[in-house]
Structures are given as structure tokens and as C-alpha cells.
T-cell receptor
Framework: GQNIDQPTEMTATEGAIVQINCTYQTSGFNGLFWYQQHAGEAPTFLSYNVLDGLEEKGRFSSFLSRSKGYSYLLLKELQMKDSASYLC??????????WGAGTKLIIKP | GAVVSQHPSWVICKSGTSVKIECRSL??????MFWYRQFPKQSLMLMATSNEGSKATYEQGVEKDKFLINHASLTLSTLTVTSAHPEDSSFYIC????????????????FGAGSRLTVL
């Protein structure tokens, strides 16, 4: 079967750095997405990786290793507004999106 | 940027009634839209893929007669929950795939704001 694994919950301090990991086992791979979802709201797109390596976008960076079936989302200079769930999703060989359950990130002052 | 508008944002209804949720692409044409359901603290679950001018494609385990999807135009898809029951209470989200919207040119899903359904 297809599976996306992410930690259920993480806690970090304002101003710090946090890394959210995602491992996947899917039938084929056509890209990996990270979305942010605040409570009660729809997800918003953060990043996309299809090749190995690091993609940087401001305070957020996303890394991919296809051989290891692994990605991480790195958030720097954490702000209270970064408190949200972070969803990892992989597009499989049929171009279907397989979603992880999300990681709830709690930022403390 | 591309905007997907979803309405209503929340609805409360009595058991046995039907509820319609609308999803509109505001400044682009969406030949395909996706309907998701999300229970608290769970992942997004794809319910169906809505194709303009043709029948929707439902995921395994989703009752097509209960969750009616109509995609009559390139900018509007609707989901009707028929004879709703308390177990249908959930967060329903529509989305559309926008071609080439990521820096890498990937198709990125843009989501509506979601509709929270509570069935009493």
C-alpha cells in the first residue's frame, strides 16, 4: 500500500528552527508537496520538490531524497503565526496525491 | 493569483436533509476540480474528481448516490450531501489544479476555504 509518515505533533520556540520530517512509500513518484493548514482553514501551498536537494523560499526550505523516500520542511526564525499543521503529500505514478496526516506544530513564546 | 471560492463556509442541518456546497474558480477555468473530506486530526481524503461536462470519478468507498457532484461549467462544481446524517459531519474542501504554478512548473492544488458541515 501507499503510505506517508509524519510526526503527529511537534513543539518549538519562537525564533528557533524546526525540521518536520516526512517519509513515503508510494507506487511511483512525481513530486512531493508541503502545505500549511491553520486550524479550521484550507491548506495553502508551501513548496514542491521533484528533484533531490534543497529548495529555499524565504524562512521555509524543503529537502528531498528520492532514494531514501524522505523529505523535510525546515522553518527558520519561527513566528507565532507559524503554529499550524504541515501536510506532506506525494504525487504517485498515476498523478494521484497521497496525503500524510499532517504534523501539528506548536510554537511557544 | 488563482482563487477558488467555496460556499458556504459552515452549515448546520437536520438529519435527513440535503446540503449543497459550491466551489467556484474565480479568475480561471477549471476543467477538473477535486473534493476532499477531512475529519478532525486526520488527513485529507479525496472523495471524488469532478470533470466539467462529464460524470465525476469517485474514490473507492464513497457513495456516489449520497455525494452528488455536478460540474456543469468551467468555473463551478457543486457537491450535494443527500439525506445527511451525523456521521457526515466533516470539513469538506474543494480544490483545483493550476498548471505550472510552482517555481518548478508543477501543477499545484489551490484550495477553497472549506465548508464545515454539522448534521444534528
Amino acid at each position: 500500500g501507499q503510505n506517508i509518515d509524519q510526526p503527529t505533533e511537534m513543539t518549538a520556540t519562537e525564533g528557533a528552527i524546526v525540521q518536520i520530517n516526512c517519509t513515503y512509500q508510494t507506487s511511483g513518484f512525481n513530486g512531493l508537496f508541503w502545505y500549511q493548514q491553520h486550524a479550521g482553514e484550507a491548506p495553502t501551498f508551501l513548496s514542491y520538490n521533484v528533484l533531490d536537494g534543497l529548495e529555499e523560499k524565504g524562512r521555509f526550505s524543503s529537502f528531498l531524497s528520492r532514494s531514501k523516500g524522505y523529505s523535510y520542511l525546515l522553518l527558520k526564525e519561527l513566528q507565532m503565526k507559524d503554529s499550524a499543521s504541515y501536510l506532506c503529500a506525494v504525487r504517485d505514478s498515476n498523478y494521484q496525491l497521497i496525503w500524510g496526516a499532517g504534523t501539528k506544530l506548536i510554537i511557544k513564546p | 493569483g488563482a482563487v477558488v471560492s467555496q460556499h458556504p463556509s459552515w452549515v448546520i442541518c437536520k438529519s435527513g436533509t440535503s446540503v449543497k456546497i459550491e466551489c467556484r474558480s474565480l479568475d480561471f477555468q477549471a476543467t477538473t476540480m477535486f473534493w476532499y473530506r477531512q475529519f478532525p486530526k486526520q488527513s485529507l481524503m479525496l472523495m471524488a474528481t469532478s470533470n466539467e461536462g462529464s460524470k465525476a470519478t469517485y474514490e473507492q468507498g464513497v457513495e456516489k448516490d449520497k455525494f452528488l457532484i455536478n460540474h456543469a461549467s468551467l468555473t463551478l462544481s457543486t457537491l450535494t450531501v443527500t439525506s445527511a446524517h451525523p456521521e457526515d459531519s466533516s470539513f469538506y474542501i474543494c480544490s483545483a489544479s493550476i498548471s505550472g504554478t510552482s517555481a518548478s512548473g508543477a501543477n499545484v492544488l489551490t484550495f477553497g476555504a472549506g465548508s464545515r458541515l454539522t448534521v444534528l
